[in-house]
């Protein structure tokens, strides 16, 4: 626990929230709810939509996963011991497992991350004490070997029973696949090494992570690779599919360009937070309850019915994250964490205590 301390950033061992973390949160939750009531021209009947939505389609979840790995860096960072500190990651993957399913029951058109990411944060157990340039090493190769077998494992699991095994099938679903999407977790994790409190590190992260992200979409519509934005493939579809930048295609090309647009996306955040003292509170306090976000914005897709993310309109889209910001601000004047992110935090801290012993 010593070594990992050491290595990780003074930022994560200082008490307190981290408030471009949260802003980064919220950008992330605010990404999905575009993608899910956001009308970007694709769908229904109005081909009027903001274009530019586009981009809310696959990088927000995969920005949301690579901070899941830096909040399992700050719990490591800040954990009385290592022991400890798996416990409580192991019982917060168990509450995600259990309040996926729980969303994913109400049969709304939305593919639910909550369990797979669950998963991955069991898988990242044993990497809690892994030195930074082996987290950067399997991140890449997770993400690129990973994008290159996903197919072949997803056609072979499909025949047989492994296909269909609760919470087996996680690992290699079609949408947020636990095998291949622990990279993101890997590079959170790496990132929560760093001090992210030092300016140097912010314009590190800003360059390397545009440099990853762009350049690996350029090398896959150079390659002709489908095109992420609207009519998707339209011009560039006959390409390899690894070269896919298609959303949700899990290519190796479209996985490394998401994480590099997530960590240049961190580092914005972090010094947009700092550079704007009060002003983005409310978003901040989104983020900080970005769970409780996201299962609430499944529920009123459930109540109003699926005619919101069918027929979307961006009245909505806009109207649900203010209101779902304003709730989220308030809430955080009077309470320290949202409902759910309370609930975690007790269950986790109650699990951690009761199996090991504080030094």
Not at 204 to 211: E, K, P
Not at 325 to 336: K, T
Request: glycine content about 12%; hydrophobic content about 55%; overall charge positive.
């Amino acid at each position: 626990m010593d070594v990992i301390s050491r290595a990780t950033g003074s930022s994560l061992r200082q008490g307190g929230r981290i408030g471009g973390l949260d802003l980064a949160r919220a950008v992330a939750f605010l990404g999905m709810l575009a993608a899910h009531v956001g009308d970007d021209g694709t769908r229904g009947s109005d081909s009027d939509g903001w274009w530019w939505l586009w981009i809310a389609h696959g990088r927000p979840s995969a920005l949301f996963a690579v901070l899941a790995g830096v909040s399992i860096g700050i719990m490591t960072a800040r954990g009385p011991s290592l022991a400890h500190t798996r416990v409580k990651v192991a019982t917060r993957g168990v509450v995600l497992i259990v309040a996926g399913a729980v969303v994913a029951s109400l049969g709304t058109p939305v593919y639910v991350i909550l369990a797979n990411l669950g998963v991955m944060m069991l898988l990242m157990l044993p990497t809690l004490t892994w030195r930074t340039p082996w987290l950067w090493t399997a991140a890449v190769v997770v993400l690129v070997g990973g994008g290159l077998v996903l197919p072949t494992v997803q056609e072979w699991t499909a025949s047989s029973w492994l296909g269909t095994a609760p919470m087996l099938d996680r690992l290699w679903w079609h949408h947020y696949p636990a095998l291949v999407w622990v990279g993101y977790l890997l590079v959170g994790l790496a990132i929560s090494r760093m001090d992210l409190r030092s300016k140097a590190t912010r314009l590190d992260l800003t360059r390397g992570g545009l440099a990853l992200g762009v350049g690996a979409a350029m090398l896959g519509i150079g390659f002709g690779g489908t095109t992420p934005w609207p009519p998707a493939g339209a011009t560039f579809g006959w390409g390899p599919a690894w070269a896919s930048m298609e959303a949700h295609s899990y290519s190796p090309v479209e996985l490394v360009s998401n994480a590099g647009l997530a960590i240049a996306t961190i580092a914005v955040c972090l010094w947009l937070s700092d550079a704007t003292g009060r002003w983005l509170e409310p978003l901040r306090a989104l983020g900080a309850m970005a769970f409780t976000a996201y299962v609430l914005h499944v529920f009123v897709i459930a109540f109003v019915g699926e005619e919101i993310v069918y027929e979307p309109s961006n009245v909505t889209l806009v109207v649900m994250a203010v209101i779902l910001a304003a709730a989220a601000w308030g809430w955080r004047l009077r309470f320290p964490q949202g409902p759910l992110e309370a609930l975690m935090t007790h269950a986790s801290n109650a699990a951690a205590d009761k199996v090991t012993t504080r030094p």
